[in-house]
């Protein structure tokens, strides 16, 4: 259905259609299909504008996720905002359906929890549980790698949590360390219920268009995904013990253990298991991934018939009081480096103000976390600009001049002496090198190189840290995902061409 050329109520009916939890008849397996529903986290007549919007947590493929206060309870809320809109245009009603009604029957500590939903016009909002901690992956890229005992403590919680997940009858398809959300205590909060599958007999309330068919698509992330999947096939709950190894892999080395160049060799490395120890991985740590990540999925440690059991008891969570897990202390949280504004980007760009009706740009330019001096022309066009930003496959078209295409792309840190600043870096076949902040519209300014100003050398100082040098200018950039040496080679090889 078209959307998008009437007016905002009209969307609004639109999308009420599409979005409403329907009655069907025709019950498969033992899977309870809800004829209407009732929410533990209830659809609140709310508007933005009865929060106070604070920072910035992240940004999803199909969502922003702000810092909000309820102005009359004061409760601090990590508000999830979709547009509606994109998210028609993309095709993920269902995924936000499903991950509505998954959290909202969700209750463990080890889960984040939704406390309330409201819509707007143009949005959608989930009210969830805040995680001032930030990621995990954060921690492990902040610390280089983590000790065995801070990886014993996040995997115990994250396998207790996981246990749960599995008890209910759901598969999450994509544990990683970037899901894994950490309180301001430090305490883990498994997120981003977005790719869930739900078994035949899974114990939770489902929508009526849920499939159990044999679910091979693939959903996920390339590092963390099992050799099943990549070979089509049924989704299981080996799948998250696999993606359990990998994570463990990442806590202990700081990377993950399948890295290469590319999502292609990432993958054969998957199919090959080509696994690799680092020598100062101990022998229990090293016997524990080396379980869960079992070619054969119903062979990994918590799949077999004894369940979890086989995995909670192995030596290298040996002395864990599982019945108490949520009572150990948590180790220090390594604090976020400053971030800076880039120098030659002045404003900050965060323009929502599309949501809310206006309400929330409002609230955003009274807290000074956009520049409210723009000309509607230019909000438009930064609205726009913003739209093709967050997009999946698209976003970075924005980029590129027709017929140009990426060569390498990945998230890095921008390092300017003690501070460091979320970059997106893409080189293209023109070739070109454009830095751009994803929460940022203007690009303008941020292209670092491109054929024509001449000269560029890069330095690599280790797998993580590299330098880009032009006749203007040396920039640092720190690459959790050890591509560095990648980087220089990319780059390169438009110079001796
Ligand atoms: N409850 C929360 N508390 C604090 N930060 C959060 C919370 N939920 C999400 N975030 C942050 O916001 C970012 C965006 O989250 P979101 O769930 O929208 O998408 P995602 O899961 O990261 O990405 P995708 O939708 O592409 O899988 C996350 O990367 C996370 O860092």
Known sequence: MAIGGGGGEEMEKDFEAKLRFQQTQGQQGQVQRCNSITFRAPQEPFTVDDFELGKMYGVGSYSKVLKAKKKDSGKVYALKIMDKKFITKENKISYVKLERIVLDQLDHPGIIRLYFTFQ????????????????????????????????????????????????????????????????????????????????????LTVLPNTTFDKACTFVGTAAYVPPEVLNSCPASFGNDLWALGCTLYQMLSGCSPFKDASEWLIFQRIIARDLKFPDYFSNEARDLIDKLLDTEPSMRLGAGPDGYATLKMHPFFKGIDWKNIRKYSPPELAPELNEVEDDDSQEATWNLSHIGGGLLHQQLVANGNINGATSSSETHCRISKLAKIDSFDSKWQEFLEPGES?????????????????????????????????????????????????????????????????????????????????WKKAIESFQSS
């Open 120 to 203: 707007d016009t143009y949005s959608l909002y989930m009210a969830l549980e805040s995680c001032e901690g930030g990621e995990l992956f954060d921690q492990i890229t902040r610390k280089g790698r983590l000790s065995e005992d801070e990886t014993r403590f996040y995997a115990a919680e994250v396998i207790d949590a996981l246990e749960y997940i599995h008890g209910v009858g759901l598969i999450h398809r994509d544990i990683k360390p970037e899901n894994l959300l950490l309180t301001a205590d430090g305490h883990v909060k498994i997120a981003d219920f977005g790719s869930v599958k739900p078994t035949r007999d899974s114990k």
């Open 406 to 486: 990426v060569v390498m792309i990945s998230k890095l840190k921008k390092l300017h002496k003690l501070t460091s600043k979320k970059v997106q870096l893409i080189l293209t076949d023109k070739p070109k090198l454009v830095c751009v902040d994803p929460s940022k519209v203007m690009s303008k300014g941020n292209i670092i190189w491109s054929d024509s100003f001449g000269d560029i050398s890069i330095q690599v100082a280790s797998s993580s840290h590299f330098k880009i040098l032009t006749t203007k200018k040396v920039i640092s950039f720190e690459d959790a995902k050890q591509q560095a040496y990648q």
